[in-house]
C-alpha cells in the first residue's frame, strides 16, 4: 500500500479538525516529541507566567515544524501550549509504551485514549509519528 502525499494528509487532517467538539490537531516526531504540525485552538495559544494557557477565541491557525520547547530561558519567546502539550503527551506515551513492554515485549502501543471532565485526548503512536486529537468530552 503507498504511503498518502502530503496534500492527502493535509486534507484528511483538515476534515478531523472541523469534525464536531474537536479543539486541536497535533502530528509530533515519534523519537523527539517535537511538532510537526499543529491547527486549533491549542496552536495559537501563548503560555502565561503562571502557565496557565491563555483563553483564545480566534480562528483555528496552522503550524509546521515547531520545535517542542522544554524549558524557556530569559530572552527567549516562551512556549507556547502546543508545546507544553506536547511534551506531556510525549512524556505520557513513553511511559505508557513502557508499562505496555513491561508486560510483553513482543506487544506494541497502538491507542491511547484520555478522558478528563473538560476533553478528552485520542494518541494514535504511529512508527514515525505520534497523532493528538484533542476534542471535547461527549456527555455521558
Known amino acids: 500500500m503507498a504511503q498518502p502525499t502530503a496534500e492527502e494528509i493535509d486534507l484528511l487532517l ?8 474537536v479543539q486541536s ?15 486549533g485552538l491549542i ?12 483563553q483564545s477565541t480566534a480562528a483555528a491557525t496552522t503550524t509546521d515544524v515547531v520545535p ?10 516562551p512556549p507556547t501550549r502546543a508545546e507544553e502539550v506536547a511534551g506531556m ?7 505508557a509504551g513502557g508499562l505496555v513492554n513491561g508486560l510483553n515485549q513482543d506487544d506494541d ?12 485526548l485520542v494518541i494514535v ?3 514515525k509519528f505520534i497523532l493528538v486529537v484533542i476534542h471535547d468530552t461527549p456527555a455521558a
Open 14 to 21: 483538515t476534515r478531523l479538525s472541523r469534525k464536531g467538539g
Open 43 to 54: 496552536s495559537a495559544s501563548i503560555l502565561q507566567p503562571s502557565h496557565v494557557a491563555s
Open 109 to 120: 502501543l497502538k491507542l491511547l485514549r484520555l478522558r478528563t471532565k473538560k476533553n478528552e
Open 68 to 77: 517542542n520547547g522544554e524549558n524557556s530561558t530569559e530572552g527567549e519567546t
Open 125 to 127: 503512536p504511529d512508527q
Open 89 to 95: 503527551v510525549w512524556t505520557f506515551l513513553s511511559a
Open 25 to 39: 490537531t497535533l502530528i509530533l516526531a515519534r523519537d523527539t516529541g517535537a511538532i510537526v504540525r499543529s491547527s
